[in-house]
């Protein structure tokens, strides 16, 4: 997506944050002077090493932590609080135990401001439409326990699609599962946050990974972060035609930029590990 | 999430099909290992190792030792044979004592249950979300816990006298504690991103309470009523020998006093079965109010 001049969607302008551990008041920063302008309908990925802050920042996005300095905005108006407007997808889906999959898809809904205006009968329609996108019909009642890795990352993206967001944040939603499973969602992911409709159509989406061929595959542009303060080390653009298939995989291009942005992450990773 | 649970998404979209023939031939190889001369395993080895079977034969076991010990003893006022408690059991039912007490003692152990759980849940919840409360309170209630609740009985005899309300003093204090220091940890230790994933759905603060942070806390609190149940049960006894004109307690005794160790004998026994089965039908209701917590350590 090409940068233009229309206002960004989101607006992170020198985003710092810094905690103070409980016991010894000892400060670590966790994330350092982060400026980024993110317009509607782009997929950004953000890649780095562990402890480069890539899910503080989503915290952050989300309102639910606050920068320490600097200002995080919204077309045009400063997060102050976590909103329905921007979803967050967890890493290990944080999926409500006691609720089967139906009503883990409903909650937001039911429970809270996406559904304050929707009779009844919209809302289960809604539900049911995401429960049919993500392909668990068949499995509305069953509980998480009952569910595979796979399922339980579906319900979550159903529950975050059923919220209406404009906004997706998603922090490592494929990293629990299996090398197949997980390639098989990422074309479902981007399906589903709509790579065939027109770019006007498409929610913004934020996604966490540290798995670099994902991010080539899934993003508009990758965000690489380093570590220790967390950093914004590079912006790469990924200019690769959508809707991408199984097969971009295997062109020169696809792996020229996982080799660029292993480039920039594969010293603090040597590092980490020694 | 168990580990059990772990295991399974890695595998094929139904894998608890697949999964009782393998713990099946675990089961036969376990045998097969156990069995002698690593012959096939017997019909007999097999049904030897029931749970049921196995759990008879040391109630077996259990009863002959009795009957040895008592036969050693030979003085039935201080330790009858099993075979005089059965009849002075019989006895007791068929006369209704057995009924007409253990009613009673159960009566009151489930009102001072109720009690205790209407006092120590909203206190916990309150102590469990706020600091401030927790620190005004904290102390007291750690100062007052290690006081076993039959210490308080012979006070308890000055204030309400031997009646009703003693037994129910007690069994609710007893029981408050329980539930109250579980009610807290189940409140402390929900699952932060569940909170933070219904904040992000536009859920609000009464909500995330109502519907995330109590169906979280609940099995844990229900972990604090089952061991609220077995620390009332064991006071009940005491407050009753003492401080009351009925229930299981006082008919033992009732019974010492006339030095009818049999009917003592028969009690007890009454107390341990009334205890199990009270403890089966709490474990019923947790299943039925928290089946998700099935699986998981506390279930």
Known sequence: ?274 | MSSAAERQHAGPPQPSSLQTPVLQRELDATHTWQGPGGAKPSQITRWMSKRGVIAIRSFVIFIALWWLLALWVNRPVQLPSPLRVAIALGGLIAAGEVSENALISVSRLGISLVIAAVLAIPLGFLMGLRREAEAIIDPVVELLRPISGIAWIPLALFIFGVGDILPLFILVYVAFFQILLNTIAGVRNVDQRLIAAARTMGVGRWAVLRYVIIPAALPTVMVGIRLAFAAAWAAIIAAELIGAPSGLGFAIEWYRELLMSPKVFAFLVVIGIVGYFADLALRALQRWLTPWAQGTELA
């Open chain 1, 1 to 274: 997506m090409a940068t233009t001049n229309r206002a960004p969607k989101l607006k992170l302008s020198n985003v710092s944050k810094e905690f103070t551990a409980p016991g010894t008041g000892q400060r670590t920063v966790a994330v350092a002077d982060v400026s980024l302008e993110i317009q509607s309908g782009e997929f950004i990925c953000v890649v780095g090493p562990s402890g480069c802050g890539k899910s503080t920042v989503l915290n952050m996005v989300a309102g639910l932590a606050e920068p320490s300095s600097g200002t995080i905005e919204k077309d045009g108006v400063p997060i102050t609080g976590p909103g329905a407007d921007r979803g967050v997808m967890f890493q290990d889906y944080a999926l409500f135990p006691w609720l089967n999959v139906r009503d883990n898809i409903g909650f937001g809904l039911r429970h809270g401001t996406p559904g304050k205006e929707l009779s009844r009968s919209t809302r289960e329609e809604r539900v049911g439409h995401y429960i049919e996108l993500v392909g668990l019909a068949g499995s509305e009642n069953k509980y998480p326990h009952q569910l595979s890795g796979g399922m339980r990352q579906r319900v979550a993206l159903a529950r975050l699609l059923a919220n209406g967001p404009d906004i997706l944040l998603l922090d490592e939603p494929l990293g629990a599962l299996d090398a197949q499973t997980r390639l098989i969602l990422q074309v479902e992911l981007l399906r589903i946050w709509g790579e065939t409709a027109p770019a006007e159509q498409r929610k913004t989406a934020i996604f966490i990974t540290h798995d670099i061929e994902e991010t080539v595959f899934l993003a508009d542009r990758v965000v690489v972060m380093s570590t220790h303060p967390g950093r914004v080390k590079a912006v790469l653009p990924v200019d690769l035609p959508r809707p991408r298939e199984e097969t971009i995989r295997a062109e020169p291009r696809f792996g020229h930029l996982a080799e660029e942005i292993w480039g920039l992450i594969r010293d603090e990773a040597y590092r980490a590990i020694a």
